[in-house]
Every structure is written in C-alpha cells, then in structure tokens.
T-cell receptor, first 113, second 113 residues
C-alpha cells in the first residue's frame, strides 16, 4: 500500500493558462474523489468516480473544470483559463466500494498569479 | 444541504490537559460521522468514526460519541501530548449520498510542553 499520490505538489501558473493535476489512488480502491481546500477552511467536495464513471459533480465545478478517470485507475483534474480564485489546495482521495474511510493524498497547491 | 460546524480555534493547551473540540452537524437521513486529523506537512487521515446513533469511535486515546438527539460528535481526549498538535476536521457522509463527504473548517490544536 503506497498510499494516494498526487502530482505535482506545487503549481504556479499565470491567469488564463490551463493546468492539469494527476492523482494515483490506492490500487485496489475503486472510488476516487477530488476536493478543494482553501486556507482556514475544510475540504470542499468537487467530484467523485466509481471506477471510470463520474457519478457526481459539485455545483462548485464550473465548466472550466473537467475530471477524468480513464480505465478506472489514475485520474486527472484539468482547469482551463485559470483565475486567481482557483488558487487552492486540490486534494485527491480514494476509498473502497464501501467508501467509509477516505485515504487522502498530500494535495497539489495551485497558485494563480 | 448537509453542513458541519466546528468549534473555532486555535486551541492551545498544556501537555496532559483535557481536550474537547465541539462538532455539530445538519444532515438528511442518518449520516456516518468522522474525525480526520492533519499533522504538519502531512495529508488528512482518518482518526475515528461512528456510523450510527450512540456509537462511540475511539483511536489513539481520542473518543467521540454520535449523539443524534443533539446532532453532535464532540472529540475528546483525557490527556493530550505535544505530538497531538495538528488540525482536526469533523466530517459527515450522508447515507443518501454515499459519494460525498462534508467537512467542517477544522480546529487547530497546539499542545505546549
């Protein structure tokens, strides 16, 4: 069990650029989640997958955000035309089918200048 | 919608002091309740959970009891250590929406020797 890994750890970009983050879940977990966390707040749900199917998207996820999980393994989260308000920590988590316990990665810290 | 309200921090205690961090929730149905902890420089990890009313979750000397009548899940520890310094997040997962967990804003605990 190597845990949930996220790449990159930090990303600095200019407003208007596109960014993509990657998450590799624990291998036997079929559920994968994306959350966003800003300073002083708890994680906010963005979306989740069961295997390759994206089952729910938060209203927070504007049409500039897209997430994929091809083949039900790793996942990518893309933000197009980044805005300064997108600056946050993007967290990935995975769980088994029961989903009771979330295993979190260390996150990708995005800074939009 | 679902929501979690935590006691505001930061909380500063001396070693061996008693800890209580309050957490109340609003949810439809019968949620599962969780406490997650984030140690400095690390990702969130599950500390304890309770899945039904009157259940007590416990781990590493921490305890929390699921109180349906008061919609609360307060975290307690009888004698804190310096190593307990971290940010603590209360969370719920609704049984009507198994994919999404809702988190409180976190309470920062600092324990001084």
């Amino acid at each position: 069990d190597t845990g949930v890994s996220q790449d990159p750890r930090h990303k600095i970009t200019k407003r208007g650029q596109n960014v993509t983050f990657r998450c590799d879940p624990i291998s036997e977990h079929n559920r994968l989640y994306w959350y966003r966390q800003t300073l002083g707040q708890g994680p906010e749900f963005l979306t989740y997958f069961q295997n390759e199917a994206q089952l729910e998207k938060s209203r927070l996820l504007s049409d500039r955000f897209s997430a994929e999980r091809p083949k039900g393994s790793f996942s990518t989260l893309e933000i197009q035309r980044t805005e300064q308000g997108d600056s946050a920590m993007y967290l990935c988590a995975s769980s088994n089918r029961g989903g009771e316990k979330l295993f979190f990665g260390s996150g990708t810290q995005l800074s939009v200048l | 919608g679902d929501s979690v309200t935590q006691m505001e921090g930061p909380v500063t205690l001396s070693e061996e002091a008693f800890l209580t961090i309050n957490c109340t929730y609003t949810a439809t149905g019968y949620p599962s309740l969780f406490w997650y902890v984030q140690y400095p420089g690390e990702g969130l990890q599950l500390l304890l959970k309770a899945t039904k009313a009157d259940d007590k979750g416990s781990n590493k000397g921490f305890e929390a009891t699921y109180r349906k009548e008061t919609t609360s899940f307060h975290l307690e520890k009888g004698s804190v250590q310096v190593s307990d310094s971290a940010v603590y997040f209360c969370a719920l997962r609704s049984n009507t929406n198994a994919g999404k967990s809702t988190f409180g804003d976190g309470t920062t605990l600092t324990v001084k020797p």
